[in-house]
């Protein structure tokens, strides 16, 4: 709040890093293993 960043948390920088990795044209498969999903869905839900 003090830094006047809306709702940032632990899962803001996650969900930034797994977005420019599918901006870069990375494969969803390339990616899972950075989340520790075992389901494409649960990373899909960190990309936007």
């Known amino acids: 709040m003090a830094a006047g960043v809306p709702q940032f948390s632990t ?3 996650r969900r ?3 977005t420019d990795l599918a901006r ?4 969803l498969h390339a990616i899972m293993p ?8 649960s990373t899909l839900q960190y990309i936007h």
Do not use: A, K
Not at 24 to 27: Q, R, V
Not at 34 to 41: E, G, N, V
């Open 16 to 18: 930034l890093c797994l």
């Open 24 to 27: 870069m044209d990375w494969e």
């Open 34 to 41: 950075f989340t520790s999903h075992r389901h494409t869905d």
């Open 11 to 13: 899962h803001t920088t």
